[in-house]
């Protein structure tokens, strides 16, 4: 067994209860629906979802199309993000965050993540990751550590969050804890072996 799975449960349940979970201490919120055309739950990410910026073979750094639906109709904006709770740094990984999209988004274009694409909806705030970027950074987990889990979560907020992109992702994080009216997410794992 390695030490990832000895330290949580199995499955979405899991993820929620888990101490390493992008969920734990967070209030618990009504869940809606969270699709993708590039990724599935439950799937193993693969090259246009790795990280070639920080050296996986073959890595490209695009992020998934997403789309969502069933959200609360009082829902004025949305978060996007991507985290990884199992990087050994004491306080995970983010590899994309994007705030205050306005609540009339309800779907992301594949590569939305590239700010040279220009994909991502005017009024849409990207902070840089964890990586020092203001983009989306692909799984990069350390060699023969073991399976690590990428969530791609869809925040519904009440208002928008209003911070600039010098804030940092646990900042956005803190004030979703606020704001978070919903929640909808998609697990995939990547390991290097």
């Not at 734990?24 to 990724?39: A, H, K, M, V, Y």
């Not at 193993?44 to 639906?69: C, F, I, K, R, Y």
Request: proline content about 9%; some cysteine.
């Amino acid at each position: 067994m390695s030490h990832i799975e000895s330290q949580a449960p199995a499955g979405k349940l899991g993820a929620l209860m888990s101490a390493n979970s992008p969920f734990f201490n967070l209030p618990e919120l009504p869940t809606f629906t969270l699709t993708s055309t590039d990724i599935e739950d439950g799937g193993v990410l693969t090259g246009p979802q790795l990280s070639g910026a920080m050296g996986v073979p073959g890595g490209e750094d695009v992020s998934p199309q997403l789309s969502w639906s069933g959200f609360p109709e009082e829902t004025k904006a949305f978060a996007v993000t991507c985290y990884d709770p199992d990087a050994p740094t004491g306080s995970g990984f983010w590899h994309w965050v994007v705030t205050d999209l306005d609540a009339s988004v309800t779907s992301l274009e594949t590569n939305a993540g590239d700010p040279a694409a220009d994909l991502l909806p005017s009024g849409a705030v990207t902070l840089r990751n964890d990586a020092g970027e203001p983009r989306f950074v692909g799984a990069a987990p350390p060699e023969g550590h073991g399976p690590h889990r990428y969530f791609f979560i869809v925040t519904a907020l009440a208002e928008p969050l209003g911070i600039d992109e010098s804030a940092t992702p646990a900042f956005a994080g803190f004030n979703m804890f606020f704001k978070g009216i919903g929640r909808a997410w998609l697990e995939c794992t990547y390991e290097a072996k």
